[in-house]
T-cell receptor, first 112, second 110 residues
Framework: DTGVSQNPRHKITKRGQNVTFRCDPISEHNRLYWYRQTLGQGPEFLTYFQNEAQLEKSRLLSDRFSAERPKGSFSTLEIQRTEQGDSAMYLC??????????FGQGTRLTVV | SQQGEEDPQALSIQEGENATMNCSYKTSINNLQWYRQNSGRGLVHLILIRSNEREKHSGRLRVTLDTSKKSSSLLITASRAADTASYFCATVQGAQKLVFGQGTRLTINP
């Protein structure tokens, strides 16, 4: 297993467009997290899954954001009608229960 | 909102010196984890300390946990230029999510 994989690594989009990111976790991990990080800040929690169930979604997250994890495997994070404030690094991590979280390299989104 | 608060926000020391970073949190936890992040990269796990542990070592890293004060410290001994990075603490509350602090930016000057 090569660890957590995120695609794409970089995404530039025009304001108002929809974007979708993918995360492939470590295969035996049942938890999958999505975080957003802006320059100089810590990772901000967005949502997390236990297997295929989405257990929590940040109240800071608008309804333009949606995440799925079909069959408890890979996950997608979609942002609809992107805004310039959505520009950030989007990080995915996976773990087994409350154990060590392994992170992907992130997807850097730039909204122009 | 973030659970952990790191202190200091930034730290600059000479190579060879020890670096100490602190983390405070608000609620009861199952465990506390420390991560490192090099500029523009993903986070790398350093060490996990459980709520019933008080101290843990890993190489040049030493982590302490004081659950009565809801605080933890990370000590890096004999620092090297390659230790330059941001360091984050993260806590797991109950069976819930992993929550990060704002981090300490550590700079090791050669």
């Amino acid at each position: 297993d090569t660890g957590v994989s995120q695609n794409p690594r970089h995404k530039i989009t025009k304001r108002g467009q929809n974007v979708t990111f993918r995360c492939d976790p470590i295969s035996e991990h049942n938890r999958l997290y999505w975080y957003r990080q802006t320059l100089g800040q810590g990772p901000e929690f967005l949502t997390y899954f236990q297997n295929e169930a989405q257990l929590e979604k940040s109240r800071l997250l608008s309804d333009r954001f949606s995440a799925e994890r079909p069959k408890g495997s890979f996950s997608t994070l979609e942002i609809q009608r992107t805004e310039q404030g959505d520009s950030a690094m989007y990080l995915c991590a996976s773990s087994f229960d409350q154990g060590i979280a392994f992170f992907g390299q992130g997807t850097r989104l730039t909204v122009v | 909102s973030q659970q952990g608060e790191e202190d200091p926000q930034a730290l600059s020391i000479q190579e060879g010196e020890n670096a100490t970073m602190n983390c405070s949190y608000k609620t009861s936890i199952n465990n506390l984890q420390w991560y490192r992040q090099n500029s523009g990269r993903g986070l790398v796990h350093l060490i996990l300390i459980r709520s019933n542990e008080r101290e843990k070592h890993s190489g040049r890293l030493r982590v302490t946990l004081d659950t009565s004060k809801k605080s933890s410290s990370l000590l890096i001994t004999a620092s090297r230029a390659a230790d330059t990075a941001s360091y984050f603490c993260a806590t797991v509350q109950g069976a819930q999510k992993l929550v990060f602090g704002q981090g300490t930016r550590l700079t090791i000057n050669p």
